[in-house]
């Protein structure tokens, strides 16, 4: 599990819910439902942060959130 927070919106153009990683740029997902967004977007940071390792390019560190919520 990374540490990357995740912000999570409707979107009525997409039809769906969108989840971004605010910090690493361009790495976002769509889902049907949150859950399904934000599963989409681990893996999507995940090879994210692949991409980066492969080509050499740094990492950024996890920004902490302005506020957390537990579910």
């Known amino acids: 599990m990374n540490k990357y927070p995740i912000e999570i919106f409707w979107s009525d153009e997409d039809e769906g819910y969108i989840a971004i990683a605010p910090d690493l740029p361009g790495c976002n997902a769509w889902g049907r439902t949150e859950e399904e967004a934000i ?3 681990h893996d999507a940071m ?3 942060i692949t991409a980066c ?7 950024p560190e996890p920004s902490k959130p302005l506020y957390a919520m537990t579910v």
Not at 53 to 59: A, C, I, L, T, Y
């Open 39 to 41: 599963k989409e977007l």
């Open 46 to 48: 995940d090879a994210w």
């Open 53 to 59: 390792d492969k080509s050499g390019e740094p990492v």
